[in-house]
């Protein structure tokens, strides 16, 4: 039974600032965070230093493990991964084109290049976490660590006005707060 006077809140985090990709030895997987991400893993964990937090998620990929470690040793919280918060798949293959593939995704929801996920399949599968989630937690604060197209396309099911420039728009790191009430949720206007 859901607390009447809490919520579930569950802060999307895109992981911070991250090698290149291309560099050998290193793929979606395995890619760390650069020095500068290191440093803004850790402001992001003394940013939200007073804010409770009951359990930590993170996409298989490196970066975002490492983005929220911080806030995770500093609540002895262990960080459990989720395939289903690793970034969308656009194209198995380089794309040199790709931000034009990326923009029609979000113009046609059913684009994909060949091989690729569609935005629709991306967001159901992000959505379905979020949802798991809501079944896990009846109130309290959960992170995410994911990344921009990712998160973005999960806010986009809740606002759909948040599109492609707003996926180009997202800093690394950023963090979006979503809220559950009842079975409906909804982005705090405050994250």
């Known amino acids: 039974m859901r607390d009447a006077n809490r919520s579930l809140s569950v802060l999307l985090i895109r992981h911070a600032e991250s090698v290149a990709p291309g560099i050998s030895g290193l793929d979606e ?3 760390p965070l650069t020095a500068k991400g290191m440093r803004d893993a850790q402001q992001l964990c003394d940013a ?10 993170s996409s298989p990929y490196l970066r975002a493990h ?3 470690e911080p806030i995770a040793q500093a609540r002895g919280l262990s960080i459990e991964t989720v395939d289903d918060l690793r970034e969308r798949l656009l194209s198995p293959l380089d794309l040199p084109e790709w931000r ?7 113009e046609d929801f059913d684009y994909a290049p060949p ?12 959505v379905r976490v979020l ?4 079944t896990r937690y009846t109130a309290g604060t959960v992170i995410l660590a994911s990344h921009g197209n990712l998160i ?4 986009n099911a809740f606002k759909p006005s948040v599109g492609y420039a707003f996926w180009e728009s997202i800093p690394m790191p950023a963090v979006f707060k979503l809220i559950r009430e009842g079975d409906d949720w ?3 206007p405050e994250g």
């Open 29 to 31: 997987y395995t890619r």
């Open 66 to 68: 490492q983005t929220i």
């Open 131 to 134: 949802d798991t989630l809501a």
């Open 186 to 188: 909804t982005i705090s």
């Open 152 to 155: 973005a396309l999960a806010l």
């Open 115 to 126: 091989g690729g996920e569609t935005s629709r399949e991306a967001q159901a599968r992000v």
């Open 100 to 106: 034009a593939h990326l923009k029609r995704s979000w």
């Open 48 to 57: 939200l230093a007073s804010a409770r937090i009951d359990a930590a998620y």
